[in-house]
């Protein structure tokens, strides 16, 4: 019989795990690895249970060396303000890491090493474990017979011909904003199909698989639904995370593999269509087909109350990433939305949660509510302040239990820039090793007293521009527990479309004269089209790196134009200089020197 302690070293400072005195007071503060420690010698005296204490995170050369004494012939934790603490036979420690890049020779010696490598155990056991979930033997047809038999045995038959041959192609030829593992391929790609099964509409359905009624159709037909599910999602877990421009190089060696090993019918669409602007339809009377995004697009009404950057266009773009945001967040798995800056990551995901954070008279069980929280995180976020304003935006259901409001059954924690905390001096982010461990565990160590707390019906979703420019890689311990989408930049198209329709639907809500109406499709035209020839021609060099030009610019440009009233412009004239003033503001205000200027 054995009991587990695990705690992440790194989502904590020194003091806070070894103990500290205060300096002011000269008061010793107890840390939470020699509490731990201390408990489990006291437990010990009455049982003789094994009580395994897990350091699941990162391995640095200091917190290290203080077990030096723990891991030889000694037994012993040394503390700073005297206290020797004796393990005994009883205890035993596990340290869960990703690499030994910093531990050092006299820590490694003292330890029993084994390396896992990724193929040791791959993904196949995994996803013949979600099979056995999602689709037991046990469960029969009116006839006696297995009801899931033809939907096992197809999807054994996709998952082992194709899915390694899509994981090794991104691996080798496409590029990823925020690099993932094969194996999180394979969880998002399972994760998509398990949302689509489950979800109908948006109201969990009753019965085990959801919203799709297996037992009505037949074996012909129960193949042809699990292989649409299967092509949809596997287009958008494998092939979702790579940058934009590798995307229809993905799409054509998808479509060759489909051919080689003759199974056309997975493709995705017509011929005329690309893959990525088909989806599975799950709802209504086109269910269980491929229909095009441009069928779900909303319409654009403007808001004068809303705020400027609050606004959402909706494009193709938006209804597709709305909506995986929206059908993981409902089966509770996280997403990971990177892209370049301005390109609608947080806009995207705010108004998803918004929408789903709306309250409804239906107080049906199976009715899905959320609350949401935000934290943005910066170079100087600590993992204290992540971990207080997470408990704050919290309810306490027990001494030891946090979770969502009570007229909520999910709470989303929505951490935005997640990669801008400043990386330590060995390569650790206190704020994600904390955010790690409560996705792990579901759960934290309160600071004072180092009390275990369980937080029920949370998730976390995130997102961030890729690495650089002060931005850091994540560590992928922390990545593969999310759905990564890689958002595109617009182009000149989906531009023009986005700011028309709010520069036309200003100027018709405070009734603009017809003659300043008649502009706005040409001041959209010029202020996309300057954008471009900016990109093009004005690159950052090492004496003018602020030369970065993103979407963001434009939108600055159109909030200036919407900052005006109908009473002060009733000329073209007048609209035609407050554009040359707002574009020069923008664009022009940030060149630097006699040869930029007159550009």
Not at 67 to 77: P, S
Not at 86 to 97: A, D, G, H, Q, S
Not at 130 to 137: A, H, S, T, V
Not at 305 to 332: C, G, Q, W
Request: aromatic content about 10%; proline content about 4%.
């Amino acid at each position: 019989q054995t009991e587990t302690f695990v705690m992440n070293p790194k989502a904590i400072t020194m003091g806070e795990l070894y103990g500290e005195y205060n300096l002011l007071s000269q008061e010793w503060t107890d840390g939470l690895a020699s509490g731990i420690l201390r408990n489990n010698i006291r437990l010990s005296n009455t049982t003789d249970i094994l009580r395994w204490t897990v350091f699941d995170g990162p391995i640095d050369a200091v917190w290290i060396e203080n077990m030096n004494t723990v891991l030889d012939d000694n037994c012993m934790l040394c503390l700073a303000n005297g206290e020797r603490i004796k393990l005994n036979w009883t205890m035993r420690m596990l340290f869960e890491v990703e690499n030994l890049d910093e531990a050092s020779p006299a820590t490694v010696s003292r330890l029993g090493v084994i390396y896992v490598p990724p193929k040791a155990v791959g993904w196949k056991p995994l996803v013949q474990s979600w099979i056995d979930k999602m689709f037991p033997n046990d469960v029969v047809d009116s006839e006696g017979e297995p009801l899931f038999a033809s939907v096992r045995e197809q999807l054994n038959l996709r998952f082992n011909t194709l899915v390694q041959e899509c994981l090794d192609f991104r691996r080798k030829q496409c590029s990823e904003p925020v690099v993932t593992s094969d194996f999180n391929g394979v969880h998002s790609l399972l994760s998509i199909m398990e949302s689509i099964i489950k979800w109908d509409g948006g109201e969990r359905m009753g019965g085990k698989n959801g919203g799709i009624d297996w037992s009505k159709k037949p074996t012909v037909a129960r193949k042809e639904m699990i292989d649409k599910i299967f092509s949809f999602s596997l287009l958008w877990s494998v092939g979702g995370s790579v940058c934009s421009n590798d995307r229809e190089k993905f799409e054509v060696f998808l479509g060759d593999l489909y051919e080689q090993n003759q199974c056309e019918e997975l493709s995705l669409g017509s011929g005329r269509d690309s893959f990525y602007d088909v989806f599975f339809n799950s709802v209504g009377k086109q269910k269980g087909t491929f229909q095009k995004w441009i069928d779900i697009l909303q319409t654009f009404s403007y808001d004068a109350n809303m705020p400027y950057f609050d606004l959402v266009v909706p494009t193709i773009d938006t209804t597709r990433y709305s909506y995986f945001a929206e059908t993981l967040i409902r089966n509770k798995q996280g997403v990971f939305f990177t892209g370049t800056t301005g390109t609608g990551k947080t806009a995207i995901l705010s108004n998803v949660l918004g929408q789903m954070s709306k309250t409804s008279e239906d107080d049906d069980e199976n009715h899905f509510s959320s609350a949401y929280m935000t934290i943005n995180f910066s170079a100087q976020t600590s993992s204290l302040i992540t971990q207080t304003t997470i408990e704050n935006g919290l309810e306490r259901k027990k001494k030891s239990l946090l979770g969502p409001p009570r007229v909520n059954k999910i709470m989303t924690i929505f951490v935005d820039d997640v990669n801008m905390p400043e990386v330590e001096e060995y390569g650790a982010q206190a704020p994600i090793e904390l955010l790690r461990q409560l996705i792990d565990t579901n759960g934290m160590y309160e600071r004072e007293e180092w009390m275990w707390r369980d937080i029920a019906d949370t998730i976390v979703c995130t997102a961030a521009a890729p690495p650089g420019g002060g931005r850091s890689v994540v560590t992928a311990r922390f990545v593969r527990h999310f759905n990564v989408f890689c958002v595109p930049d617009s182009s000149e198209v989906t531009m023009n479309k986005i700011f028309s329709s709010i520069i036309d639907n200003f100027m018709e809500a405070f009734d603009f004269p017809f003659e300043v109406k008649s502009l706005s499709s040409g001041l959209v035209s010029a202020t996309v089209e300057l954008y471009s020839k900016i990109c093009a021609e004005l690159l950052p060099t090492p004496a003018k790196i602020h030369y970065q030009f993103n979407l963001r610019d434009v939108s600055k440009v159109f909030q200036g134009i919407l900052m005006i009233k109908s009473r002060q412009c009733k000329e073209s004239v007048t609209m035609g200089h407050l554009w040359l003033h707002e574009a020069s503001r923008v664009f022009g205000d940030r060149l630097v020197d006699e040869t930029d200027n007159p550009w």
